[in-house]
C-alpha cells in the first residue's frame, strides 16, 4: 500500500506520518521548496508533541518520503489524500 499526501501542513504532515508509523509507504508533497528540504533533515515546520521523533524514524525505515513533485509520486500511490489549504474566499462554482 502506498500514499500520497498532497500539501504537508499541519494536516497533511501529521496524517502522512501516522500512515507510515502504521507500516504504511507515504510521500508527503508540498510546492513549498524550503519546507520540503527542511523536512528531508529532520527540520519541521510545525510542533506536535512526539512528531519530530515520529517523523525522524519512519524516515529512517524508509517508511516516509517528501517530494515536491507531484507528478513523480503519485503515479504508483493507491491512495491520494488533499491537505493543501482551502481557498479564503468564495467559490467561483458558489457564487
Ligand atoms: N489545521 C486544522 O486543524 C484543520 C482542521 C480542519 C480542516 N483543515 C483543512 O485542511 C486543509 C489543510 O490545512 P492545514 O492546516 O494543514 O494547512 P497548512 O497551510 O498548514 O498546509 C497546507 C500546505 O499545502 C501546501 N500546498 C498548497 N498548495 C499546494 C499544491 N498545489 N500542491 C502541494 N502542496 C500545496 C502549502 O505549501 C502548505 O504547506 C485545509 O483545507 C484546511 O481548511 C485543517
Redesign the pocket.
Known amino acids: 500500500m502506498k500514499i500520497a499526501v ?8 501529521v496524517t502522512g506520518t501516522c500512515f507510515a508509523e502504521v507500516g504504511i509507504d507515504v510521500t508527503c ?4 521548496q524550503k ?1 520540503i528540504d527542511n523536512l528531508k533533515q529532520g527540520i519541521l ?2 510542533y506536535e508533541p512526539g512528531l519530530e521523533e515520529m517523523v525522524s524514524r519512519n524516515v529512517e525505515k524508509g517508511r516516509l518520503h517528501f517530494s515536491t513533485s ?1 507528478a513523480e509520486s503519485i503515479h504508483d500511490a493507491d491512495v491520494a489524500f488533499i ?4 481557498p479564503p474566499a468564495k467559490m467561483a462554482l458558489l457564487t
Open positions: 498532497v500539501g504537508t501542513g499541519y494536516v497533511g504532515l508533497i508540498d510546492i513549498d519546507k515546520p510545525i507531484l491537505a493543501v489549504g482551502t
